[in-house]
């Protein structure tokens, strides 16, 4: 192993010990380092990160920008190592992130969703419980799919009725509190779960009829083939509105009731940015700009902030679950 794969190894050892899992990075960065070295270099040079970046050619300005950004990091840690190395600076291939507008479901859509998967074909009866189960629960909560899909059993207090998140993004855990409804679905789903596959193989809360956890891969598969049923997608098409679209359904749904029940939004977005696991409140911000509907009602507050806050002092906080 080069001395160069070597540096890759640590470099990805350091930064997963600090909390980033780095799922799609590893491989990249492979093959920048098998990039460099079929140049016949043995250090980062920031001419070779740009030819590395910037393929292939044809592709969006931002895919080279994402490329870079993950050279960057990697190069400031093998500059420690080998003083030849080019820190790459921050000018080059200059590209401005922007969000996708959120798609926001209906609660007709979601409703529609959470059907075509309890039709779902299934041997025990299992595979349709599962998917409605956790659509459904990501719905009502907002959480991020691989939280979901990575819950055990031991993290679903249903006498509680709290969820655990155990090193979510950024390796932050959390508390999800739920709706006393939500309790009652995952019950019914656990006592499924039990009976159909009463030796599973993985302690998860939600498992594959194998008895296996389930999936990111299985979960976004699933998604895409029942949106494409239901009419959210055409039949073959590969983009469209996106699972993890309901987490942002829950934040704007939030949002615009706090709008409309007439609370202080700055009092109250930190509850909000804490409850979905935002590792900035400026994250959770984001929101209020994000979708006309949240723009005009934000526009409105500022015009009649005296209306605002009479009606504010009329109401009690609504809630987040």
């Known amino acids: 192993m080069s001395a160069l ?6 470099y990805l050892a350091v930064r997963r010990s600090l909390g ?9 960065l492979l093959d920048f380092v098998r990039s460099v070295e079929q140049s016949g270099a043995s250090f980062i040079t920031a001419d070779l990160a740009l030819q590395w970046a910037t393929q292939p050619r044809d592709c969006q300005p931002a895919n080279w920008a994402r490329r870079l950004s993950m050279i960057r990091p990697f190069a400031r840690y ?3 190592l ?4 080019q820190i790459l600076p921050v000018g080059l291939l200059p590209h401005r992130f922007h969000r996708k ?3 926001i479901y209906s609660d007709e859509e979601v409703s529609q969703l959470m059907q075509a998967a309890r039709e779902l074909p299934s041997r025990t009866g299992l595979r349709a419980a599962t998917y409605s189960t956790l659509f459904g629960l990501l719905a009502v909560t907002g959480m991020r799919v691989g939280e979901a899909v990575g819950l055990d059993r031991e993290d679903v207090d249903l006498q509680q009725g709290v969820l655990t998140i155990r ?3 950024f390796g932050k855990s959390r508390l999800v509190p739920i709706h006393t409804s939500t309790r009652d679905a995952l019950e019914t789903y656990a006592r499924i779960r039990d009976y159909t596959c009463p030796h599973p193989t993985s302690h998860s809360f939600f498992i594959f009829e194998s008895g296996d956890r389930i999936t990111n891969r299985g979960v976004d598969y699933m998604f895409v083939r029942l949106s494409r049923r239901i009419g959210l997608r055409g039949p073959t098409d590969s983009r469209g509105p996106r699972l993890h679209d309901l987490r942002h359904t829950f934040a704007v749904r939030t949002l615009l009731g706090w709008h409309q ?9 930190p509850r909000l940015s804490t409850y979905l696991g935002h590792a900035n409140v400026t994250d959770t911000y984001w929101y209020l700009t994000g979708t006309p509907e949240l723009l005009r009602l934000a526009a409105l507050r500022l015009e009649s902030p005296k209306e605002h806050n009479s009606h ?8 987040i679950a």
Request: hydrophobic share 30%; with cysteine.
């Open 20 to 28: 980033f899992k780095l799922r799609y990075e590893a491989l990249p």
């Open 82 to 85: 080998d003083s030849r190395t």
């Open 167 to 169: 090193l979510g993004k």
């Open 101 to 103: 507008r959120p798609y």
């Open 5 to 10: 794969q070597t540096a890759l190894g640590e």
């Open 312 to 319: 504010e002092n009329q109401q009690q906080f609504p809630g």
């Open 78 to 80: 093998c500059a420690g």
């Open 261 to 269: 029940a007439g609370v202080e939004l700055e009092r109250y977005l």
